[in-house]
């Protein structure tokens, strides 16, 4: 449409398609086919538009390995952070919410909460509760959402003897889920396939701090020792959690996490993304000048 009506077009490019091939192939010389296939695809897509907007570094460089030659702007997708203000919720529907799944008032919860995927890598973090709540009791780790790995990852828990500790809600309604957010102390992760991470920006405008595994797309987000920790392993797991939940160093983990966020709200994003368009827009325009001084021109010596 946009070819036909002459307009330029400017395409928003938000998920790492590498990452979820094996959706479809369930062989790995056909995975490493189809994920040749997306970066040929992507590629393609990315160099018939006029811009691509992208939500961070990480997906900026990507695209330049994959021989995008497009202009690429960076821009944070935007959350509406009122939705994840602590303030919208009383203490005791958040205590009631708790006691539901078994938390008691003076617990410490990990949470996690989005899709619960392959790709999302909560193997990790389950493997290493065993060890880290042996001598941790208060503490628990929630799991909200569903997807296609949570009944494998349930199996696993299960085995392991800790379904009074390691508690999956299943899915839960947008509209209420920056309730579930309150339930937690740290938000927590071992994905890398993220292009933003949107979780943690909510996790953090909700109040919490973030431990997560470390990625490019968390250097504008996480700042170590202030509103959170990275870890590269077990022993970088483990110290991090640790020195929020137990080690009284007096930092406001939460509060600064809020205070970091204030950059991605959707009134930011929208801001500008309208900057991008009239950039486009007179980029065009400009061009359709040029165009028609061409063929003015041309036509000019062809009647002479």
């Not at 909700?206 to 997560?212: D, I, R, T």
């Amino acid at each position: 449409m946009a070819k036909e009506l002459k307009l330029p077009t400017v395409h928003t490019y938000h998920t790492i398609y590498e990452d979820y091939t094996h959706y479809l192939t369930h062989r790995k010389i056909l995975d490493k086919r189809a994920k040749a296939f997306v970066r040929v695809f992507s590629k393609i897509c990315c160099n018939t538009v006029e811009q691509v907007i992208v939500p961070t570094e990480k997906v900026k460089e990507l695209l330049l390995k994959y021989s995008v030659f497009r202009e690429i702007s960076v821009i944070p997708t935007g959350v509406n952070l009122r939705k994840f203000n602590p303030g919208l919720y009383l203490k005791e529907d958040v205590l009631a919410l708790r006691n539901q799944f078994g938390i008691k008032p003076e617990d410490k919860v990990l949470l996690y909460l989005g899709r619960i995927s392959k790709e999302k890598n909560i193997a990790e973090i389950i493997e290493a509760m065993p060890d880290y709540m042996r001598n941790r009791e208060q503490v628990k780790f929630l799991i909200v959402g569903g997807g296609p790995e949570i009944e494998h990852l349930k199996q696993v828990v299960a085995d392991r003897n800790m379904t009074d500790k390691i508690i999956f809600t299943g899915p839960k309604p947008w509209d209420n889920i920056g309730l579930f957010y309150q339930l937690g102390d740290v938000f927590v992760s071992a994905s890398q396939s993220e292009t933003q991470g949107l979780t943690y920006i909510e996790a953090m405008a909700a109040g919490l701090p973030v431990v997560a595994k470390r990625d490019k797309c968390l250097e504008d987000i996480l700042e170590p020792g202030w509103n959170g920790y990275d870890f590269t392993d077990r022993e970088g797991l483990i110290k991090g959690l640790d020195a929020i939940f137990f080690e009284n160093n007096g930092i406001p983990y939460g509060e600064n996490a809020k205070i970091r966020m204030q950059r991605y709200s959707s009134e930011e994003f929208a801001k500008n993304v309208e900057r991008v368009y009239e950039e486009v827009m007179q980029r065009d325009a400009i061009s359709e000048q040029r165009a028609a001084y061409e063929t003015k021109k041309i036509s000019h010596l062809f009647h002479t």
